[in-house]
């Protein structure tokens, strides 16, 4: 097979931390594979691009976005896929490789441009989400096209990687082609979120945080496909368990003041919550230094077709998970695989949240899990990665 050059696209900033968890792994991958040439990453942000050698074999190209307004999203969707194609064709690429939804409906157009095939890792209906967690309108003008653009992928793509089986077999039930769906979660590194005695040891020093409390944490968003305001109650719930034994750590890219105004409002004691942006690279840390994780996804029909990467991360450091995501691959294995704790938002505050910390508490008690890990190694290998990139290549003219 002659090596192929591959532009891979995504929305999200270089730095941000979504990108570097779970785009560059892939990066990474594909710059060492035997059937591969160059690497481009190609991605939407203000900022310059990432200098040379931050990933051996990969080179970064960046898009200055239009503006965040209505106007200039829809400029951006008129100029950005021509630039994309051009940039494809420049570099005799083979395959434009995007991540999500969004980012596809960018890449389909550049597809339609340029005739390069189009794959989409993460692939999810992303206007279905939108809708239903009341972010947009039913009738708004991003909605129709989103949603269209979403079918053009469907219809076009060589290969859809949805992250769940549930979303795989809603895509096969629309007659998408079988050979080109295959399931490709957000897999983590679980040897670099593995438990770390020393690190737990001087994150709690740092932050002032006694051996013995007991330390929660989360790391994401609010808002949007996220519970805000419910949120914080499940965190005030907390707090009522374990009294002034209970530290909070929010690791989250939202304004600073912003959370700590959703802390005062939920009536969080301050002097008990770490509210930090962080590099990537030291979450793990963080999560050795807890004992119970949270996730905090709006429970709605379309989110079953989620598979948060925090759920990997949360499980490579033995973590139990407290989760109000009622519904997909990953509530199954909650329930039937003991992989954490589903609890309904409006249950905050109630005999069945206590029930349930009474539960989380005993398995601090026990000591770290290594049945968590086990779980991480199954469904988020990195091994994983290397699988989706040989199906992607076979698929390919030649391949």
Avoid at 285 to 310: E, G, H, M, R, W
Wanted: charged share 25%; hydrophobic share 40%.
């Amino acid at each position: 097979m002659t090596k192929v050059n591959i532009l891979y696209f995504s929305n999200w900033g270089a730095n941000e931390g979504i990108t570097r968890s779970t785009v560059f792994p892939i990066l990474r991958k594909l710059s060492v594979h035997p059937d591969v040439g160059q690497v481009f990453l190609a991605t939407v942000e203000s900022g310059p691009p990432l200098p040379a050698g931050f990933i051996p074999g990969v080179e970064h190209y960046v898009f200055h976005p239009a503006g965040s307004s209505g106007i200039g999203r829809m400029v951006d969707l008129i100029r950005l896929p021509s630039r994309l194609a051009r940039l494809a064709k420049e570099k005799r690429v083979s395959l434009i490789w995007c991540r999500g939804a969004t980012a596809a409906g960018i890449g389909v157009i550049a597809h339609r441009i340029s005739r390069i095939p189009l794959v989409v890792d993460s692939f999810e209906p992303h206007s279905q989400y939108m809708v239903e967690t009341h972010t947009w309108r039913k009738a708004s003008l991003k909605l129709i096209v989103q949603r269209q653009l979403e079918k053009s992928v469907r219809k076009r793509a060589l290969a859809l990687m949805p992250v769940s089986e549930a979303y795989r077999h809603q895509l096969l039930s629309e007659r998408v082609q079988p050979s080109g769906v295959f399931v490709f979660p957000c897999v983590v590194d679980a040897d670099k979120f593995a438990f770390n005695k020393d690190d737990r040891r001087a994150v709690r020093q740092r932050l002032g945080i006694a051996a013995t409390d007991v330390v929660g944490i989360y790391t994401g968003k609010f808002g949007g496909l996220y519970y805000q305001e419910e949120a914080f109650q499940i965190f005030r719930s907390a707090f009522e368990y374990w009294q002034n034994r209970f530290h909070l750590i929010i690791l989250t890219g939202e304004d600073y003041h912003k959370v700590l105004a959703w802390c005062r409002k939920a009536n969080l004691p301050l002097g008990y919550v770490t509210v930090a942006a962080v590099d990537h690279d030291e979450v793990p840390a963080y999560l050795s230094a807890s004992d119970v994780a949270f996730s905090t996804n709006k429970s709605v029909p379309a989110l079953q077709y989620l598979s948060p990467i925090k759920y990997g991360e949360y499980w490579a450091s033995g973590l139990p998970i407290i989760t109000t995501l009622l519904e997909g691959d990953d509530a199954r294995i909650m329930r039937e695989e003991n992989g954490g704790y589903l609890l309904d938002v409006n249950a905050a505050g109630t005999d069945r949240a206590e029930e349930l910390f009474r539960k989380v508490d005993a398995e601090i008690r026990a000591g770290r899990s290594h049945h968590y890990v086990s779980l991480a190694r199954k469904y988020r290998d990195f091994n994983m990665i290397d699988e989706a990139i040989g199906i992607v290549l076979g698929r390919l003219p030649g391949g």
